[in-house]
């Protein structure tokens, strides 16, 4: 088997697409997530704090000059990535939640012990076995 035939048959497997699909609406939902928070979340904060912008947080270290920029820690930036985080992160924590217990009700109704008889049927069932004799 080739080469180009090997790959062929690599990309083409469900699972690699599956997890182009995951990857492609993961980076669509992050984005959602990172103007739900700067755009939503982050300016009732800031209003509360006294109308601080978190985006805009930086220690500069060096001042711009003609020839360079400044060199700044932007840790607005670093506190918004990590507000970004914990939402997706809940989220995501959600969904896989809610599919273990969907998954825990199918074991448990897969599981089951099916019900005992009726007398109706045992009495059918002794009826059938004389009837074979």
Same mark, same amino acid.
């Given at each position: 088997?080739?080469?180009?035939?090997? =790959?062929?048959?690599f990309a083409i497997k469900g699972n690699v697409v599956d997890m182009a699909v995951g990857v492609i609406i @993961? $980076? $669509? =939902?992050?984005?959602?997530?990172s103007s739900v928070?700067?755009?939503?979340?982050?300016?009732?904060?800031?209003?509360?704090?006294?109308?601080?912008?978190f985006s805009k947080l930086a220690v500069v270290l060096v001042e711009a000059t003609a020839a360079a920029p400044a060199v700044v820690i932007s840790y607005g930036k670093?506190?918004?990535?990590v507000v970004d985080f914990t939402i997706v992160? @809940?989220?995501?924590?959600?969904?896989?939640?809610?599919i273990n217990s969907?998954?825990?009700k199918e074991e448990a109704a897969a599981n089951a012990v099916p019900p005992?008889?009726?007398?109706q049927e045992v009495l059918l069932a002794e009826i059938r076995d004389l009837l074979k004799k």
């Open positions: 088997m080739s080469m180009v035939q090997e =790959f062929k048959q @993961g $980076a $669509a =939902f992050g984005r959602i997530v928070v700067t755009d939503v979340v982050m300016p009732p904060i800031g209003v509360l704090i006294g109308g601080m912008d670093f506190i918004q990535t992160a @809940g989220v995501i924590f959600m969904v896989i939640k809610g969907m998954k825990k005992a008889p009726t007398t």
